[in-house]
């Protein structure tokens, strides 16, 4: 059973901050509007925690050797660490200036990204250099996509 809450909670963790700073920094760069980078971040903690914890609960089913309480524990670390994390991205948006909590945001993110990173390294006997610059290395590549899209749309669209 702790095998599925960590599956879940490092999952939901994980696509919780990654997505949020994702949709975060693409909204600010398109409109440099807080209400719409607040109701994004309010709209994806709960869409993408209902989607993300469906794909844990039919991946898990689809694994063929998990109990009904093993699929559902996973489905709802997942639910529950997913929208927390895209939920705590609020405070600082409603806390600073925009540009302020951006800045906040990607390194709280980035920070705690590492060291969930440090700490599965670590308990499976891998070089946390390695896992960790991995993972802040794809964050730091949806940040920077996702930014250069939301000026793009802003240019074009707008």
Not at 3 to 27: D, E, H, N, P, Y
């Amino acid at each position: 059973m702790r095998t599925q809450v960590r599956k879940g909670f490092g999952f939901g963790l994980t696509s919780g901050i990654i997505t949020t700073l994702g949709l975060m920094v693409g909204l600010n760069s398109g409109t440099h509007s807080k209400i719409i980078v607040l109701g994004g971040i309010l709209t994806i903690a709960i869409a993408d925690a209902f989607s993300d914890s469906l794909g844990i609960h039919i991946s898990e089913e689809a694994e063929n050797h998990h109990n009904t309480k093993q699929i559902w524990t996973a489905t709802i670390a997942t639910f529950f660490s997913k929208l927390l994390f895209a939920l705590l991205f609020v405070i600082p948006v409603l806390l600073l200036s925009l540009r302020t909590a951006i800045i906040t945001s990607v390194i709280w993110g980035l920070l705690v990204l590492g060291l969930l990173s440090y700490k599965m390294a670590r308990e499976q006997k891998e070089k946390p250099w390695k896992v960790i610059t991995e993972h802040i290395t794809i964050a730091i590549l949806v940040i920077g996509l996702t930014h250069l899209i939301g000026g793009w749309i802003s240019t074009v669209f707008v």
